[in-house]
């Protein structure tokens, strides 16, 4: 497993290539991402993830994940915010909660069209695009995740499990984690071999995966202190090539 702790999109790719996936340290990652556009609405972002809405799709009954969500389209020229639509996957992909057209929240405008997020889309449309055809039109989701966990509920980042997300590539982003334990991530081949774990422990701390060649879960989180709140904040960010129109 490579994990890079410098900021080289070589080295990132090379890993990619290699590995199908990558672990990339904060300082790395904050590096990459202030090279595109300066992070300087950064605590405000974060502190968006206060602002999530429960996400009553859950099969198993669970209260312990918020979300909101936005849709972009992407291409050599720009990113433009596309109207607001349901989150889709297929039964294939995501057998718990797969074949359901979910509506979650959007993304609030400020936050989808901030420096923080311009930064990570357009880091994302750059080092992606670099691995794909140059004319490759993107259809791109966004994903503000919070993982809660209390004294009688561990939160499940990944209730369906080990699992591919149906698209090109994936980032995932840690925006941060309080009072929590464990949330372990799992990369493993499509055949089930057992390829790299890590944490993403620290702000900035990413995963950049090839989604049809790797399959990624993370464990159970846990409260280190079940009489203080405890939630794990990530953002999600998936660009699968656009059908084109004929």
Request: with cysteine; glycine share 6%; aromatic share 8%.
């Amino acid at each position: 497993m490579i994990v890079a702790s410098t900021a080289s999109l070589d080295s990132l790719r090379r890993a990619i290539a290699a590995d199908g996936f990558v672990f990339v340290r904060g300082a790395a990652m904050r590096q990459l991402l202030e090279t595109v556009n300066p992070l300087s609405d950064f605590d405000a972002f974060a502190a968006s993830w206060d602002d999530l809405c429960l996400d009553t799709y859950m099969a198993d009954g669970g209260r312990y994940r918020r979300r909101r969500h936005a849709i972009f389209s992407a291409d050599a020229d720009a990113i433009v915010r596309q109207p607001h639509a349901p989150h889709f996957q297929t039964l294939e992909y995501n057998p718990l909660h797969g074949g359901v057209a979910r509506w979650f929240e959007p993304i609030h405008p400020e936050v989808a069209s901030g420096p923080t997020m311009t930064a990570v889309l357009q880091f994302c449309r750059r080092f992606f695009g670099d691995l794909a055809p140059h004319d490759t039109r993107w259809h791109v989701e966004v994903h503000q995740f919070r993982i809660e966990a209390r004294r009688h509920e561990r939160g499940l980042p990944t209730p369906e499990g080990v699992h591919r997300d149906g698209v090109d590539y994936v980032m995932v982003l840690l925006v941060g984690r309080r009072n929590i334990a464990q949330g372990v991530t799992t990369i493993e081949a499509t055949d089930g071999r057992p390829l790299g774990t890590f944490t993403l422990a620290d702000p900035f701390d990413a995963a950049l995966v090839d989604d049809p060649r790797v399959a990624h879960g993370v464990t159970p989180v846990e409260p280190l202190d079940p009489d203080v709140p405890a939630h794990r904040d990530v953002l999600v960010v998936t660009f699968r090539r656009a059908i084109k129109s004929a």
